[in-house]
Nanobody, 116 residues
Framework: QVQLVESGGGSVLAGGSLRLSCTGA???????MGWFRRAPGKQRELVAL???????KYSDTVKDRFAISRDVAKNIVSLQMNSLKPEDTAMYYC???????????WGQGTQVTVSS
């Protein structure tokens, strides 16, 4: 069983920065870790993913503003969000893949609100 605990998030003015962190409580090293988000009235979408070897994938809408990083040994993933825009307002969910495809885990979500 894997538990993901998020921290960070909150409210900020447009152009500001926030940092999200997520710790995975697991008896084994997690594979891909990352962040998804869901804005009101919209579907959940990928924000950023990072593999165990450091390969990354970003949504086109954030790739020049957000940076994902991880501590593989500690199962910690972080998301530095800069130049935030009102359209970044959403519930952000930590994600981790366990030992095989389909072995997916989710955090409880943390709210990010960006006001203009």
């Amino acid at each position: 069983q894997v538990q993901l605990v998020e921290s960070g998030g909150g409210s900020v003015l447009a152009g500001g920065s926030l940092r999200l962190s997520c710790t995975g409580a697991s008896s084994f090293t997690l594979n891909d870790m990352g962040w998804f988000r869901r804005a009101p009235g919209k579907q959940r979408e990928l924000v950023a993913l990072i593999g165990r070897k450091g390969s990354t994938k970003y949504s086109d809408t954030v790739k020049d503003r957000f940076a994902i990083s991880r501590d593989v040994a500690k199962n910690i993933v972080s998301l530095q969000m800069n130049s935030l825009k009102p359209e970044d307002t959403a519930m952000y969910y930590c994600y981790a893949r366990g030992r095989w495809i389909g072995d997916d885990y989710w955090g409880q979500g943390t709210q990010v609100t960006v006001s203009s």
